[in-house]
């Protein structure tokens, strides 16, 4: 069985930082296309970064500059590095995976809350 464990998430002021990670595990033979998403209260969810086993990224506008996705491809582990931090980032954060277990196939993790106060 495949798990996603997010943490790193908390209460920050604006302008400050926060480090997520996501680790999975379980019987996985490979992981391709990690990312996460993120959901604020009465809004959909929406990406936020994405990272390809060989490291390249996507981000949405309103996080270039600000936010970093990285991955250790041999912890099968993602990091979200986010800095200046706005209120507006305020949601609920997921870590997001496609990979093979028994099957391909995409997971998500339980979700971790970040609130930015102003």
């Known amino acids: 069985q495949v798990v996603l464990v997010e943490s790193g998430g908390g209460l920050v002021q604006a302008g400050g930082s926060l480090r997520l990670s996501c680790a999975a595990s379980g019987n996985i033979f490979s992981v391709n296309l990690m990312g996460w998403y993120r959901q604020a209260p009465g809004k959909q969810r929406e990406l936020v970064a994405v990272?390809?086993?060989?490291?390249?990224?996507n981000y949405a506008d309103s996080v270039k500059g600000r936010f970093t996705i990285s991955r250790d491809n041999a912890k099968k582990t993602v990091y979200l590095q986010m800095n200046s931090l706005k209120p507006e980032d305020t949601a609920v954060y997921y870590c997001?995976?496609?990979?093979?277990?028994?099957?391909?196939?995409?997971?998500w993790g339980q979700g971790t809350q970040v609130t930015v106060s102003s």
């Open positions: 990272i390809s086993s060989f490291g390249q990224t």
């Open positions: 997001n995976a496609d990979l093979f277990s028994m099957a391909p196939n995409n997971y």
